[in-house]
């Protein structure tokens, strides 16, 4: 009896643990359904500030947010393009919502996420803050964007299947086809680059695709660039580091311009960059030499080879004592630090010499260690790399600026009234009134990443 009481007590506490249990799946699922209605799905900008950011971002699985200033005018600049962008992000299969946070004003929250510029933007994915460096003009925002919502490896049934592939993707990204290949032998790899690479995989193709992408084999895995009209091709092997190997060495053209965007990209890429200068890049001797590089970096895939033009960018090439009446062109090795190295005898070359023998012996004295070592000129190049100014550089300098004017005034001679106390007193009021920080007045320059 006692037994069979114990048991039905058992049960009854059982169904009332149940109970709960359930009430509380409710109230948490009507809690998450709350917070997520509290936010417009119409396609418009959402206004966040402190008490609801966090609720945001958690109830969206793609949030784009800008970090702001309403004074700062890059911001101003950029609020119509994410205007218009939105509603057609809004559209996706996997919708990305736009928001923004004024964080000048709530700074304190947005130093959680190192915001010391702006305008700062920043994709959220599941909750995972995820730096955004991509082009800032709404059509180009959009196409860059898509990227995080689509599969990480496409499948592709025929040949106009793959030419609608490689047309919808746009140029923002490096393609990856592989024709014959497994799935699974790329599916991971998808998924790791997947912010940096489009991956697909061709399952029929015919002799005409073959020849268009000029590969005479199978498996073959083909890099495409199309920003810049280039390709590679991979026949194997497919295991191991080799095949990573290959796609991180083609996230950038064989030759890479360099300017702000492929600075930021090149940050991630450990090979050693071979810089060729170049008076005017776009003129037909540098085109000629920009091909004899890409034969260059081709047969030296653990090198990253790439120009600059001294009339393009002359406040990049003066720091490694480059300018316009420099004897051009003339290839340095640098490592993306504050040292490069130059090879000696080769300071620069001849008109009259034969190029691609030059690049070649250059790219041995390298390896052979016949280098002179030489100091990038002026402040960090990371200034370069990061393309803004930073809110915490301004508050330093003004900081610094005080710190020096009170010490000028401390050693100075106390001839004007010989009154050092009165004029200390003076000072220090001075110092005091300067010291209310004011909006900085100029504008930071994340100008620098704007299409």
Same mark, same amino acid.
Not at 6 to 17: A, G, I, N, T
Not at 168 to 188: A, D, H, K, R, T
Not at 289 to 299: F, G, H, M, Q, R
């Given at each position: ?48 500030? !402190? ?13 784009? /947010? ?88 496409? #499948? ?132 000629? #030499? ?27 090439? !003066? ?24 090879? !000696? ?17 250059? /790219? ?31 508050? #330093?300098? /003004? ?53």
């Amino acid at each position: 009896m006692r037994s069979w009481r114990r048991e039905m007590d058992l049960r009854s506490h059982r169904k009332s643990l149940n109970l709960v249990v359930l009430v509380v799946f409710i109230w948490i699922a009507s809690l998450l359904s709350i917070s997520a209605d509290q936010f417009r799905r119409d396609g418009t900008v959402l206004e966040l500030d !402190e008490s609801n950011f966090d609720a945001a971002i958690s109830s969206f699985d793609y949030v784009l /947010v800008e970090f702001y200033a309403p004074w700062c005018g890059h911001c101003k600049r950029l609020a119509p393009e994410l205007d218009a962008a939105a509603p057609i992000l809004a559209k996706f299969e996997q919708p990305i919502v736009v928001a923004k946070i004024d964080a000048d004003k709530y700074s304190k929250f947005a130093s959680k996420y190192s915001i010391d510029g702006f305008p700062t933007l920043k994709v959220f994915i599941h909750g995972t803050p995820n730096d955004y460096t991509g082009p800032r003009r709404s059509d180009l925002l959009v196409n860059y964007l898509r990227k995080f919502g689509a599969p990480d490896v496409t #499948i592709i049934e025929s040949d106009s299947g793959i030419r609608n592939f490689v047309d919808s993707v746009g140029l923002q990204f490096p393609i990856f086809i592989g024709f014959g290949l497994n799935e699974s032998v790329v599916v991971e790899l998808g998924r790791k680059y997947k912010q940096k690479a489009w991956f697909s995989v061709a399952k029929d193709f015919s002799d005409d695709v073959m020849v268009r992408y000029d590969f005479d084999k199978v498996p073959a895995l083909v890099s495409l660039q199309p920003k810049y009209d280039q390709q590679s091709v991979f026949y194997g092997p497919f295991d191991g580091d080799f095949l990573e190997d290959f796609i991180k060495q083609n996230q950038l053209p064989l030759v890479v311009p360099i300017n702000f965007e492929t600075l930021r990209q090149m940050g991630d890429d450990k090979r050693k960059i071979v810089v060729t200068f170049l008076d005017d890049e776009t003129n037909d001797v540098a085109q000629k #030499i920009v091909n004899i590089l890409k034969s260059a970096a081709s047969a030296n895939r653990d090198l990253l080879f790439a120009y600059v033009g001294v009339k393009q960018w002359e406040d990049f090439t !003066e720091r490694f004592d480059i300018y316009e009446k420099s004897e051009l062109p003339r290839m340095i090795i640098w490592d993306r630090g504050e040292d490069y190295q130059v090879v !000696e005898g080769m300071e620069s070359f001849k008109s009259d010499m034969d190029w691609r023998s030059e690049v070649s012996r250059f /790219v041995e004295a390298y390896r052979e260690g016949r280098t002179l070592k030489k100091s990038v000129k002026g402040p960090s190049l990371m200034g370069y790399i990061n393309s803004l100014i930073t809110v915490k550089s301004i508050y #330093i300098l /003004v900081f610094i600026v005080a710190v020096i004017m009170l010490v000028q005034y401390l050693t100075r001679d106390d001839d004007d009234d010989g009154n050092v106390d009165d004029a200390l007193g003076r000072r220090r009021s001075d110092v005091g009134s300067s010291s209310v920080s004011e909006k900085p007045s100029k504008e930071y320059q994340p100008g620098d990443k704007e299409d």
